[in-house]
Structures are given as structure tokens and as C-alpha cells.
């Protein structure tokens, strides 16, 4: 058991079931206790009510023997109760005795039980009640044994003196109290077996949904709603259910909701760092191209100053090599103002009709020199008029850097194929292939990074500035196209498509 089982206590349903077993555990022991000590006192209290009852009924037929509903009443009470009573008048000349009224017993055995109590009467076990003309007191039959409550009495009738006589038997109150516990012990015994039976049914029903709602709360505090609660109880449960269920949508509804907004701040907070990073390489990418020009326009400009170049020829070297890095600089702020127009989608896109085959081999002748300083093989494989409708001065940007990238990797005496065909009614695809060094997969996809190179230590001479593919992705796709480079046998080729 972990630390947090153990600080569990019993179940609601096990309290349950030991509070009923409890209560009806001390319901049963007051039962017994109230049964053992005050069934006989409750008993011979009703008896003895019952007596009285009878024997003023008897008084007063004494007064008056002929009322009819007197002895009526008397005989109602008598035969409800079980009191066997007798009434005797005694004569006033001769001093016999002869009975005004007996009930409840044969008179005659009654008569010789009151002769027999007025003579051998001793002290009786218990009297209850005691008054100058009557007196009611507990007694045994002497002939059977059985306990009595007997009552002996004098009034004065309306024929002269009478005497009364009543006697009840006293059932063995302790042996039915006694028998009356065993019974109330088995009974309790097993009601209470069946009722904890039933209590650990109904505690079961009644917690199961408890439980139910206890484990998905747990499951909620995991954040895991993939839970509901399911009921048909209609009781308080059901709506603490339907309220945990609520309770549960709306919290992953803010959750996700909290989800998605940090996953849009995190991505916020990469596009932000990838943009410093951007923004810090290509700043320190612009210093180091600017940097060797400017260095070098310094150097040859002291120089001139100095009078270093004293012959004619020395100084236009000099003033050339000057001319051509400050076109150098000149070419690349052009070309960075021109990507950053493409990139913020400001440039107007001016579609005219344009002879791509034209453009192709104009700007091929352009590279004449150098295809024969290193033995190029140029083959163009494309229609002799090929027609599209774009922007002149895009376009001509986007073949100048394909071709320019060709005749610059290309190795000595390979081949340049450059080709093109018509894609649509206004658009067309080419490609430009030059044999050379294959580019490594895993940089295929940076290629088109401003200012990204393979080789990160080859000359400025050999790997340019960085900028001439960022600009043909831009402009592809600013044109509505798009670009695309691959390695292929023994070389590299660039297509792209408007």
C-alpha cells in the first residue's frame, strides 16, 4: 500500500453498513433490556387497571342490582379482561349469605376460594393497592399454584351489606419475558443478517456512482477528460454527474484552448529567434561580402594616391580592378533590395508577352567568354519561338541566375543543357543542367537560403554571394510558379516553372 491508500480510511459504503449493523444492534439490546425488566411491571399495571375497572362496575351494581347496562358493562369487562367476579349480599334478619351476581368463573369455586382466602389469609406477597373498604393484592392459588391478583371488598348495596370477591390469574410473566428475549434475539439475529445483506446492497448502488465520480475526478486532476459520467438516477448524484461532466468539457476546452496558445507563442518565439538569427546572419553575411571590396577599393585607391602606379597601365589596372569591385557592391545591394522586394510581395509584376527561346540564347551569348575559356559544351534543347506572358525584368533575373549558376560550377569541358517547353497557354519549364559536383542531400533544401553556400570555405571567385537562388525562389514564386533543384548523373539541374 502507497502513502497516498494508506491515508484512505473505510469506505462510505462499509460506514454505512457498520452504522445500520450498530443502530440495530443497540435497538435490539434496549429491546431485550425493556422486555426483561419492564414487560412484567407494564403487564401487572394493565392488569390491575383492568381490575379496577371491574370492580367499581361491581360497586356500583351493588347500589343498584336492577340497571341493565350495568350489568351489562360488568359482563363486557369481565369476559374481555378474564376476572372472575362475585358479588354476595348478606341477609338482614338471619345473617346468611346468598349471591347478587357472579361471572367469569364457576360461582361455586369461586365462592369457596373467597371463603378460603378470608380464612387462611395470610400476609399476601404483594399488595398494590390498599383503601378502608377494599384492598388489591398478589397471591397464589393454593390449589394449582398460579399466581393471582385478587381484590376483597365491602360496600353497602341498596338490599343492605355486600361483599365482592374478584380474582384474575397472573400468567408466568418472567418465563414469557424470557421466552419473548430468545424469540426477539433470533428474530433480531436474522433480521439483522438480511438487513446488512440489503444495506450492503443498497450502499453499493448508492456509492457506485460515488466511486465512479471519485475516478473521474482523479482522471481530470491528470488532465484526462476522455471520460463521462453515465446515470439515470435523477437523485442529487446524477446532477453532481451532469455537472462533473460539464465541468470536465469546459476544462478541456480551456486547456486546449491553453494548449493551442502556447503552441502559437512557442512558434512565435522560434519564427522571432530564427528571424534574429536570420537577421544576424545575414548581416554579418553582407559585412563579410562588402568587406573584400571595400577593402580592396581602399587598398588600390591609397595606392593611386601614393603614386604606386607610376605607368599608365599599372593605374587602369588599378582603376579597373577598383571599377569592377564597386560594381561587385553595386550588383549585390541591387540584388538584396530586389529579394527583399520579392520576399515582402511590393513588386508590381508588369505581364507582357516575352519570347522565352529569345531571352535563353541572348543570355547565353552573354557567356561566351567563358564558355570558351573553360571548353563549355552548351547544348539548348528548345523550340525556336517560345511564348509566354510574364514580367520581362523577373524573368530575365530568374534565367540570368540559372544560367550565370551553370557556367559557374560547371567543370572544365563539361556540359551545359539547357532546356524549355510550354506548360499551359501563357506559362512555360525550364531547366538548366551542368555537369560538376554533385550538391550533398541534406543541403538540397538550404540551397535557396539567402546567402547559404555548400562549401563554406570556397573563394568568393568560385562560390558568389549567396543571393542568386534565393532570388529565383522568389521570384518563381512571385511570378505564380515555382522552382526546384536535383542531382543528377555527373551534375546538377535547376528547373523552374511561371
Known amino acids: 500500500m502507497n502513502?497516498?491508500?494508506?491515508?484512505?480510511?473505510?469506505?462510505?459504503?462499509?460506514?454505512?453498513?457498520?452504522?445500520?449493523?450498530?443502530?440495530?444492534?443497540?435497538?435490539?439490546v434496549m429491546l431485550w433490556l425493556?422486555?426483561?425488566?419492564?414487560?412484567?411491571?407494564?403487564?401487572?399495571?394493565?392488569?390491575?387497571?383492568?381490575?379496577?375497572?371491574?370492580?367499581?362496575?361491581?360497586?356500583?351494581?351493588?347500589?343498584?342490582?336492577?340497571?341493565?347496562?350495568?350489568?351489562?358493562?360488568?359482563?363486557?369487562?369481565?369476559?374481555?379482561?378474564?376476572?372472575?367476579?362475585?358479588?354476595?349480599?348478606?341477609?338482614?334478619?338471619?345473617?346468611?349469605?346468598?349471591?347478587?351476581?357472579?361471572?367469569?368463573?364457576?360461582?361455586?369455586?369461586l365462592w369457596r376460594f373467597m371463603e378460603l382466602e378470608r380464612s387462611l389469609m395470610g400476609p399476601p406477597e404483594q399488595i398494590y393497592e390498599e383503601a378502608s373498604s377494599y384492598v388489591i393484592y398478589r397471591t397464589r392459588d393454593p390449589m394449582s399454584a398460579l399466581e393471582k391478583i385478587s381484590c376483597l371488598g365491602s360496600v353497602e348495596g341498596a338490599d343492605g351489606s355486600c361483599t365482592y370477591f374478584l380474582s384474575m390469574s397472573l400468567a408466568m410473566i418472567a418465563d414469557s419475558a424470557r421466552i419473548?428475549?430468545?424469540?426477539?434475539?433470533?428474530?433480531?439475529?436474522?433480521?439483522?443478517?438480511?438487513?446488512?445483506?440489503?444495506?450492503?446492497?443498497?450502499t453499493k448502488r448508492m456509492t457506485d456512482p460515488i466511486v465512479t465520480l471519485s475516478d473521474l475526478s482523479r482522471q481530470m486532476a491528470s488532465l484526462d477528460f476522455s471520460q463521462r459520467f453515465q446515470g439515470s438516477s435523477g437523485d442529487e448524484i446524477q446532477q453532481l454527474g451532469e455537472s462533473i461532466n460539464q465541468l470536465s468539457d469546459n476544462l478541456e476546452e480551456t486547456i486546449g484552448s491553453l494548449r493551442r496558445a502556447n503552441e502559437k507563442l512557442e512558434q512565435d518565439i522560434r519564427l522571432k529567434e530564427e528571424?534574429?538569427?536570420?537577421?544576424?546572419?545575414?548581416?554579418?553575411?553582407?559585412?563579410?561580402?562588402?568587406?573584400?571590396?571595400?577593402?580592396?577599393?581602399?587598398?588600390?585607391?591609397?595606392?593611386?594616391?601614393?603614386?604606386?602606379?607610376?605607368?599608365?597601365?599599372?593605374?587602369?589596372?588599378?582603376?579597373?580592378?577598383?571599377?569592377?569591385?564597386?560594381?561587385r557592391m553595386n550588383r549585390l545591394v541591387r540584388q538584396l533590395?530586389?529579394?527583399?522586394?520579392?520576399?515582402?510581395?511590393?513588386?508590381?509584376?508588369?505581364?507582357e508577352p516575352i519570347d522565352l527561346a529569345a531571352l535563353l540564347r541572348?543570355?547565353?551569348?552573354?557567356?561566351?567568354?567563358?564558355?570558351?575559356?573553360?571548353?563549355?559544351?552548351?547544348?539548348?534543347?528548345?523550340?525556336?519561338?517560345?511564348?509566354?506572358?510574364?514580367?520581362?525584368?523577373?524573368?530575365?533575373?530568374?534565367?540570368?541566375?540559372?544560367?550565370?549558376?551553370?557556367?559557374?560550377?560547371?567543370?572544365?569541358?563539361?556540359?551545359?543543357?539547357?532546356?524549355?517547353?510550354?506548360?499551359?497557354?501563357?506559362?512555360?519549364?525550364?531547366?538548366?543542367?551542368?555537369?560538376?559536383?554533385?550538391?550533398?542531400k541534406e543541403d538540397l533544401d538550404k540551397i535557396w537560403n539567402k546567402f547559404y553556400k555548400v562549401d563554406k570555405a570556397r573563394t568568393r571567385s568560385y562560390g558568389g554571394s549567396g543571393i542568386g537562388l534565393s532570388i529565383v525562389k522568389a521570384t518563381a514564386e512571385h511570378l505564380g510558379g515555382g522552382c526546384r533543384g536535383e542531382n543528377k548523373e555527373n551534375g546538377v539541374e535547376f528547373t523552374a516553372w511561371i
Open 34 to 109: 425493556l422486555n426483561h425488566f419492564g414487560l412484567e411491571k407494564y403487564y401487572v399495571s394493565q392488569r390491575l387497571e383492568q381490575l379496577n375497572s371491574t370492580r367499581i362496575l361491581l360497586e356500583e351494581l351493588a347500589r343498584d342490582p336492577e340497571d341493565e347496562l350495568i350489568q351489562a358493562l360488568l359482563g363486557e369487562s369481565i369476559e374481555r379482561s378474564g376476572i372472575g367476579a362475585i358479588l354476595i349480599i348478606r341477609g338482614q334478619g338471619d345473617g346468611t349469605e346468598r349471591i347478587l351476581y357472579s361471572g367469569g368463573e364457576e360461582e361455586r369455586g
Open 362 to 440: 541572348e543570355i547565353c551569348g552573354s557567356f561566351e567568354r567563358i564558355q570558351s575559356e573553360k571548353q563549355v559544351r552548351l547544348k539548348m534543347d528548345f523550340p525556336e519561338q517560345l511564348m509566354v506572358e510574364s514580367d520581362e525584368l523577373l524573368l530575365e533575373q530568374m534565367v540570368q541566375n540559372y544560367i550565370s549558376n551553370a557556367f559557374q560550377y560547371v567543370r572544365e569541358g563539361g556540359l551545359i543543357r539547357i532546356q524549355a517547353q510550354a506548360r499551359g497557354e501563357k506559362g512555360a519549364v525550364f531547366s538548366v543542367y551542368n555537369e560538376g559536383d554533385l550538391i550533398p
Open 337 to 351: 533590395l530586389s529579394l527583399d522586394e520579392l520576399e515582402s510581395g511590393s513588386l508590381e509584376i508588369q505581364h
Open 3 to 28: 502513502k497516498e491508500e494508506g491515508k484512505h480510511g473505510l469506505s462510505l459504503r462499509a460506514k454505512h453498513t457498520l452504522i445500520f449493523i450498530g443502530l440495530f444492534v443497540l435497538l435490539i
Open 180 to 202: 419473548s428475549n430468545r424469540f426477539l434475539l433470533l428474530v433480531g439475529l436474522g433480521v439483522l443478517l438480511a438487513g446488512s445483506l440489503i444495506m450492503l446492497y443498497v
Open 275 to 327: 528571424l534574429d538569427q536570420q537577421r544576424r546572419a545575414l548581416l554579418s553575411n553582407i559585412s563579410h561580402e562588402l568587406k573584400t571590396p571595400i577593402a580592396l577599393i581602399q587598398g588600390y585607391a591609397e595606392g593611386l594616391r601614393e603614386g604606386m602606379a607610376e605607368d599608365e597601365a599599372l593605374r587602369i589596372r588599378y582603376s579597373d580592378i577598383i571599377i569592377e569591385e564597386a560594381e
